[in-house]
């Protein structure tokens, strides 16, 4: 994690709710694999310092196939065949911005131009999704939502799906931009995450407030 936010959370690191946490998280890596690595848990936060974040992309549970999840919400490592949530994610890039669709979907560059990629929930059990829900992370994440809502610059806030929505008395919407729409999954794509245009209406948004674009365009990986 980087200094800038050890030094925003340090509050959090000691209350009660995030010592069960952790000592729940020792026991589960002791008799099952949990993703990510415990090394990658907190890489949304070492490769977007507190101070460079323009935009909050925010994500739910990580990927709990094999290799999949590295820390940074829809991102998968490089050489791992691209889950639902993501093709439509690329689909959508394509056709709002002409996005070249790549060989991997690893989104490690959008991360290090201003982007937290955060889950709500940051670890789970191999093959089980949801099961580190409600042990916690949640408090930790809406601490973290929070926080950059404090931010005294404005930021944009991307909220796909129901339960990211739920989120949004976390932000004051009279500072900060927010952009919401139907999540990419499989389930709820077509019915208002396709055709959204988020990426453009991103970009436009940071031109607003006066922060650099992203250049969404992820390179291929050499094979």
């Not at 200094?3 to 959090?12: P, V």
């Not at 490592?77 to 070249?100: H, M, T, W």
């Not at 940051?122 to 992370?137: D, F, P």
């Amino acid at each position: 994690m980087d200094f800038s936010w050890k030094t925003e959370l340090a509050s959090e690191f000691d209350k009660p709710y995030f010592q069960q946490l952790q000592d729940f998280l020792k026991k589960e890596r002791q008799t099952e694999t949990v993703f990510p690595p415990e090394e990658d848990v907190f890489s949304a936060f070492e490769l977007t310092p507190y101070s460079e974040v323009n935009v909050l992309l925010l994500g739910q549970d990580p990927y709990h196939d094999n290799n999949q999840a590295h820390g940074l919400c829809f991102s998968v490592r490089p050489g791992i065949k691209l889950p639902a949530s993501l093709i439509n994610i690329f689909k959508e890039l394509k056709d709002d911005v002409g996005f070249d669709i790549p060989n991997n979907g690893c989104l490690i560059p959008w991360a290090k131009q201003g982007i937290l990629m955060l889950n709500t929930v940051l670890t789970v059990r191999a093959h089980t999704a949801n099961s580190h829900k409600k042990k916690g992370w949640e408090i930790f994440t809406d601490y973290v939502i929070q926080k950059v809502n404090e931010k005294p610059e404005p930021v944009v806030f991307v909220l796909w799906g129901k339960d990211a929505q739920k989120k949004l008395n976390l932000i004051d919407t009279t500072r900060h931009k927010v952009i919401q729409s139907a999540h990419p999954s499989p389930f709820s794509a077509r019915n208002g995450f396709f055709g959204s245009k988020p990426f453009s209406a991103i970009n436009d948004a940071l031109r607003d407030i006066g922060k650099p674009e992203i250049d969404w365009q992820i390179s291929n990986i050499e094979t």
